[in-house]
């Protein structure tokens, strides 16, 4: 099974300002099956990135993916009120479809 | 546009069982991968189940398997998860999730049903 650990846990910034999260695999994550995922409180997960840094459609380009094997980040490059939320890091390319414990995004 | 609309959960009492449906619109829902994830109250995302368009194909969390059995209708765009045996600890929100196949993301959700294990 791939563990994915995320950092930090919280993340405390400003409006305007640049979020980095990290996604860190126990083991190689074939192809950059890697996805990002966001959870505003009481909402269902939304597809942020696939494919390691591939925008969903409809997303930000204030939002950017990069990484490949084992370390992947997220990047929120000018940070709005509304990006207040959980971001999931998941990977895809092995069974279990494992996912990131996350990390919590504070504005 | 894409619909995933949960429903079925509830209270259950440990040991018992209970079945979960999620009712596809707004895509051709007989083409596409399907998951079940699971967020117990306050915590993180965890995969729970996986099936393929055509229901050939199913995989499932450890922490689950032999205890729940996914399924589906393509003529009634219906995704299933009986839940059997179930514990305190399978206390989460169910959602159901698409995906344009088994090694794909999660492209779209639905709102999620809440089961509570309790006695």
């Known amino acids: 099974e791939i563990v994915l650990t995320q950092s930090p846990g919280t993340l405390s910034l400003s409006p305007g300002e640049r979020a980095t999260l990290s996604c860190r695999a126990s083991?190689?994550?074939?192809?950059?099956?890697l996805a990002w995922y966001q959870q505003r409180p009481g909402q269902a997960p939304r597809l942020l990135i696939y494919?390691?840094?591939s925008r969903a459609t409809g997303i930000p380009d204030r939002f950017s993916g990069s990484g490949s094997g084992t370390d992947f980040t997220l990047t929120i490059s000018r940070l709005e009120p509304e990006d207040s939320a959980v971001y999931y890091c998941q990977q895809y390319g092995s069974t279990p479809k494992t996912f990131g414990q996350g990390t919590k995004v504070e504005i | 546009q894409v619909q995933l609309l949960e429903s079925g959960g509830g209270v259950v009492q440990p040991g018992g069982s209970l079945r979960l449906s999620c009712a596809a619109s707004g895509f051709i829902f007989s083409d596409y991968t399907m998951y079940w994830v699971r967020q117990p109250p306050g915590k993180g995302l965890e995969w729970v189940a996986i099936?393929?368009?055509?229901?050939?194909?199913?995989n499932y969390a450890g922490s689950v398997r032999g205890r729940f059995a996914v399924s589906r209708d393509n003529s009634q765009n219906t995704l299933y998860l009986q839940m059997n045996s179930l514990s305190a600890e399978d206390t989460a929100v169910y959602f159901c999730a698409s995906s344009s196949s088994f090694y794909s993301s999660l492209d779209f959700w639905g709102q999620g049903t809440l089961v509570t294990v309790s006695s």
């Open positions: 494919g390691a840094s």
């Open positions: 083991q190689n994550i074939r192809s950059g099956s």
């Open positions: 099936i393929s368009y055509d229901g050939n194909n199913k």
